[in-house]
């Protein structure tokens, strides 16, 4: 039987790292074999941005957006895709419109996480809109800004309902630091949220299908030293909770790229950001998690595509709502149940399987790629495009150093496997 190929298109902002990365692998890995004994093979493909016609026939079998949630062009081209089409997109563009950050805390307090308390408070300036100024004047009620953050107590934070990369963020430590971000503010929509003090760790996990890599993160450092090599930060209960709770988030919104994030203070887990619809997977800021993420979004969506794998536009929240409201369950056994429910929408056990029969070869082909020189001078092109030429060697010993001690320590773990 001849080769099947399938399109999967790239749908991309200002990164070129990684979609070179993942390109590569795809040429490397060439032909799968799949349980219907056929042979296929993925070809990636830039999406560009123009017309189209709502009865126009992708040629794409998937796609991979890392623009929509910004561009509004494209995103209305994924719904029609996914609506009329079938296409597979790893984020829903319905959720990731509709249900943003704002709506990810509700669903985790509905669900019994633990969520710092959090207030939505108005716009501090009138929207751009004729309609506004009647419908403020009649129905706004005035409120008292310092009496709403007392409430819930400093310090505390301030921050965009549905922002991303921090821009907009601010720590409040007292009433004057709350006017003038509010003041700043402008047309935004905020929340104040409670800090979570004296925590032990700031976790980040970036999710890709039904793969989690849970990662310490160090926010005040500048982006190439924020994700600190670190593989015992963790108490195993506390690791076991991050990981539940990034899959049980991305399976009830639909989401299969993302990134989250908590503060852990001894064994308690606070989720404070768990909607990222363009999760960073940089070369620069992962660095020795980089082959992890290429090697994880090279198996999911091989995987999806391969097997003939559905999006799901549905959700399927009661289910999920059934077990935050079983009283006999206690916390831990509410996680395990969402875990549950997460890995059945994920196909974990089909997914194995699939990759230890079909894919057993990706990671000596990550590997090999790691080692090789069109690795080194990807890595290369990168730091000289980022960084200024007198800084160029210091980030390439930096980041080859980073990468050097992956490619030890899979050594290691080969030797281990053995």
């Given at each position: 039987?001849?080769?099947?190929?399938?399109?999967?298109?790239?749908?991309?902002?200002?990164?070129?790292?990684?979609?070179?990365?993942?390109?590569?692998?795809?040429?490397?890995?060439?032909?799968?074999?799949?349980?219907?004994?056929?042979?296929?093979?993925?070809?990636?493909?830039?999406?560009?941005?123009?017309?189209?016609?709502?009865?126009?026939?992708?040629?794409?079998?998937?796609?991979i957006d890392r623009l929509a949630y910004w561009y509004y062009h494209p995103r209305e081209w994924l719904k029609k895709i996914a609506l009329m089409d079938g296409v597979y997109?790893?984020?829903?563009?319905?959720?990731?419109?509709?249900?943003?950050?704002?709506?990810?805390?509700?669903?985790?307090?509905?669900?019994?996480?633990?969520?710092?308390?959090?207030?939505?408070?108005?716009?501090?300036?009138?929207?751009?809109?004729?309609?506004?100024?009647?419908?403020?004047?009649?129905?706004?009620?005035?409120?008292?800004?310092?009496?709403?953050?007392?409430?819930?107590?400093?310090?505390?934070?301030?921050?965009?309902y549905d922002g991303g990369a921090w821009v907009g963020v601010s720590k409040i430590r007292n009433a004057d630091e709350l006017h003038a971000a509010y003041d700043a503010s402008?047309?935004?929509?905020?929340?104040?949220?409670?800090?979570?003090?004296?925590?032990?760790?700031?976790?980040?996990?970036?999710?890709?299908?039904?793969?989690?890599?849970?990662?310490?993160?160090?926010?005040?450092?500048?982006?190439?030293?924020?994700?600190?090599?670190?593989?015992?930060?963790?108490?195993?209960?506390?690791?076991?909770?991050?990981?539940?709770?990034?899959?049980?988030?991305?399976?009830?919104?639909?989401?299969?790229?993302?990134?989250?994030?908590?503060?852990?203070?001894?064994?308690?887990?606070?989720?404070?950001?768990?909607?990222?619809?363009?999760?960073?997977?940089?070369?620069?800021?992962?660095?020795?998690?980089?082959?992890?993420?290429?090697?994880?979004?090279?198996?999911?969506?091989?995987?999806?595509?391969?097997?003939?794998?559905?999006?799901?536009?549905?959700?399927?929240t009661a289910d999920y709502f059934a077990v935050a409201d079983d009283p006999d369950r206690s916390y831990r056994e509410k996680l395990a149940g969402y875990r549950e429910l997460?890995?059945?929408?994920?196909?974990?056990?089909?997914?194995?399987?699939?990759?230890?029969?079909?894919?057993?070869?990706?990671?000596?082909?990550?590997?090999?790629?790691?080692?090789?020189?069109?690795?080194?001078?990807?890595?290369?092109?990168?730091?000289?495009?980022?960084?200024?030429?007198?800084?160029?060697?210091?980030?390439?010993?930096?980041?080859?150093?980073?990468?050097?001690?992956?490619?030890?320590?899979?050594?290691?773990?080969?030797?281990?496997?053995?």
């Amino acid at each position: 039987m001849a080769d099947v190929e399938h399109t999967i298109g790239l749908l991309l902002g200002t990164e070129d790292d990684w979609p070179r990365a993942y390109e590569s692998l795809l040429r490397r890995l060439g032909t799968v074999g799949s349980p219907d004994g056929r042979s296929h093979r993925a070809r990636p493909v830039r999406v560009t941005v123009e017309p189209f016609n709502l009865r126009d026939k992708p040629r794409h079998r998937l796609v991979i957006d890392r623009l929509a949630y910004w561009y509004y062009h494209p995103r209305e081209w994924l719904k029609k895709i996914a609506l009329m089409d079938g296409v597979y997109l790893l984020n829903s563009p319905f959720t990731f419109q509709s249900m943003e950050k704002h709506a990810a805390y509700c669903a985790m307090m509905r669900l019994g996480l633990k969520v710092p308390e959090t207030v939505l408070v108005p716009f501090k300036n009138p929207l751009d809109n004729s309609r506004w100024a009647y419908t403020a004047t009649r129905y706004n009620r005035p409120f008292d800004l310092e009496a709403t953050a007392a409430s819930i107590g400093y310090p505390l934070y301030m921050k965009p309902y549905d922002g991303g990369a921090w821009v907009g963020v601010s720590k409040i430590r007292n009433a004057d630091e709350l006017h003038a971000a509010y003041d700043a503010s402008g047309e935004r929509l905020m929340h104040l949220q409670a800090s979570v003090e004296d925590y032990d760790v700031f976790a980040r996990s970036l999710t890709i299908g039904p793969e989690t890599m849970v990662m310490r993160f160090r926010p005040d450092q500048p982006m190439h030293a924020r994700y600190e090599v670190d593989h015992n930060f963790l108490s195993d209960s506390a690791g076991h909770e991050v990981v539940a709770v990034s899959q049980l988030v991305n399976a009830f919104f639909r989401w299969e790229f993302n990134s989250c994030e908590a503060l852990v203070r001894g064994d308690d887990v606070h989720p404070i950001d768990y909607a990222n619809a363009c999760p960073d997977v940089a070369l620069t800021s992962l660095h020795y998690y980089f082959p992890w993420a290429m090697t994880a979004l090279l198996r999911w969506t091989v995987f999806c595509v391969v097997t003939g794998r559905r999006m799901r536009l549905d959700t399927d929240t009661a289910d999920y709502f059934a077990v935050a409201d079983d009283p006999d369950r206690s916390y831990r056994e509410k996680l395990a149940g969402y875990r549950e429910l997460a890995d059945r929408y994920f196909e974990v056990d089909r997914y194995r399987e699939f990759c230890d029969k079909h894919l057993s070869n990706v990671d000596e082909i990550v590997y090999d790629w790691v080692t090789s020189e069109e690795f080194r001078s990807l890595l290369r092109e990168t730091v000289r495009a980022m960084y200024p030429v007198h800084e160029h060697e210091k980030f390439l010993a930096h980041f080859g150093g980073l990468i050097d001690a992956w490619i030890r320590d899979q050594g290691v773990d080969a030797a281990t496997r053995q």
